[in-house]
């Protein structure tokens, strides 16, 4: 089982290379089960796409 | 072969330096944000304005703005590049400015346990928020915002950040995560929670 640390780990490295399925599968099961990570993952995507309204501005 | 048309629109266009100089502006600050140097900034974008006076490359392929930008970056890249050769500071990670937000299990301690911020649209509609956002992001340590900065700033990817720095895959992603750990944080305590508001 993914700890929160390591999960935080994928999601940041899935904007940069694409995840094996292993990783995914195993990130997704604890997403399902981690709310503080879920918020986290959303705030990760959302700070991408920050950075490219805040380049526009 | 070519017909008459595709060849004009390849013909160097003049630019027209009143449109370049408007820019000028967003590009020193475009330039500040990566390099964290004003007096540098103003330097490298009149070189870049000159450049794209004289250059005579500019086709009318692409707006002027994205021609300009494009040889601005590649100044920042050379600037960057030329930087990692003769490293003035060490290299010593600076963790300041960063709670470690897990405890021992490396799970979240419940009082750093990540929020919900909402609907993104609405937080990027607050003017205060950019404020914040621009505050976080020079709150970055040193080495960790020229990597953050690079991918997500000047839009290189991860593989060429490598590259221009002379680090390894798995170091660029221990820096990504840290990096966007810290602005989450920041983020979160500044304007989400509105701590110090």
């Known amino acids: 089982m993914l700890k929160c640390k390591q999960a935080t780990e994928l999601m940041s490295q899935s904007q940069d290379r694409a995840l094996t399925l292993n990783e995914r599968v195993r990130l997704k099961l604890h997403l399902l089960i981690c709310s503080g990570c879920t918020n986290c993952n959303k705030q990760m995507r959302f700070l991408h796409e920050a950075m490219e309204q805040f380049r526009k501005r | ?197």
Not at chain 2, 136 to 142: A, G, S, T, Y
């Open chain 2, 1 to 197: 072969m070519q017909n008459e048309s595709d060849q004009q629109s390849l013909q160097p266009q003049k630019v027209d330096a009143e449109q370049i100089a408007m820019m000028r502006e967003e590009m020193v600050r475009f330039t500040t944000l990566q390099l964290r140097d004003a007096i540098l900034a103003e330097d490298i974008v009149h070189e870049t304005i000159n450049a794209a006076l004289s250059s005579g490359k500019y086709t009318g392929r692409g707006s002027l703005k994205s021609w300009v930008f494009a040889i601005l970056r590649n100044k920042i890249i050379d600037v960057i590049r030329d930087r990692n050769r003769h490293p003035t500071e060490s290299f010593i990670e600076d963790h300041s400015g960063y709670e470690d937000p897990f405890d021992e299990r490396d799970h979240w301690k419940e009082a750093q346990t990540p929020a919900d911020w909402g609907r993104p649209d609405m937080v990027m509609a607050n003017e205060q928020f950019w404020v914040i956002f621009e505050i976080c992001l020079n709150r970055l340590p040193e080495n960790t915002a020229r990597v953050f900065m690079m991918r997500e700033h000047l839009e290189l990817d991860l593989k060429e950040v490598c590259k221009e720095l002379d680090i390894s895959d798995k170091n660029a992603w221990v820096i990504m995560h840290r990096a966007r750990m810290q602005l989450r944080q920041c983020l979160e305590m500044n304007f989400i929670t509105g701590v110090h508001l």
